[in-house]
């Protein structure tokens, strides 16, 4: 298995322009998960699927941000329009997780660093 | 507060030492407890969990839990320079993962 992909794995953009992160997990997962990881902040969950419907999205910072999964083979994560502040590198992750497990083990992909100018 | 406290470091160690890495919790309610490994320029990846207190290990690695303390630790025997590598603490009762935020440590070959 490829393990979870994500493009582009560089982004540099203006403030203010949209940006649009991509995310492939691993076939069979049923769970996927947006992070971002800064040096002030560490590692912070933004949104959380689950057969495809977000669960959980109390992390996302704004409503400049959002992000869909219309099925289960892809997602993506949208700022618009992007700050500075956003700068960061944003993972997403997968797990084989079903409602009566504890979702411990999530692979995570090789990120995407976003920098906004 | 946050929920899963880690000293950052940096942590540099001569080859064939021994890393002692350490994190806190403040959740006592908290179930499992996960180390990650992450290598610069790439994602977290599961290094070892647990669910109860007292020792696990794997190889060269043995993780600890202190429930009593709210205690969690990560030991490293002979380490090598391929150890080098960021090393987060996390919990979770859940879906959600607490991250800490991360030792960074340096094996000198």
């Not at chain 1, 997962?29 to 669960?55: A, C, D, K």
Request: with cysteine; proline share 6%.
């Amino acid at each position: 298995d490829a393990g979870v992909i994500q493009s582009p794995r560089h982004e540099v953009t203006e403030m203010g322009q949209e940006v649009t992160l991509r995310c492939k997990p691993i076939s069979g997962h049923n769970s996927l998960f947006w992070y971002r990881q800064t040096m002030m902040r560490g590692l912070e969950l933004l949104i959380y699927f689950n057969n495809n419907v977000p669960i959980d999205d109390s992390g996302m910072p704004e409503d400049r941000f959002s992000a869909k999964m219309p099925n289960a083979s892809f997602s993506t994560l949208k700022i618009q329009p992007s700050e500075p502040r956003d700068s960061a590198v944003y993972f997403c992750a997968s797990s084989l997780d079903l409602y009566d497990r504890i979702s411990y083990e999530q692979y995570f992909g090789p990120g995407t660093r976003l920098t906004v100018t | 507060q946050k929920e899963v406290e880690q000293d950052p470091g940096p942590l540099s160690v001569p080859e064939g030492a021994i890393v002692s890495l350490n994190c806190t919790y403040s959740n006592s309610a908290f179930q499992y407890f996960m180390w990650y490994r992450q290598y610069s320029r790439k994602g977290p990846e599961l290094l070892m969990y647990t669910y109860s207190s007292g020792n696990k290990e794997d190889g060269r690695f043995t993780a600890q839990v202190d429930k009593s303390s709210k205690y969690i630790s990560l030991f490293i025997r002979d380490s090598q320079p391929s150890d080098s590598a960021t090393y987060l603490c996390a919990r979770t009762n859940d879906y959600k993962l607490s991250f800490g935020a991360g030792t960074t440590v340096t094996v000198r070959a």
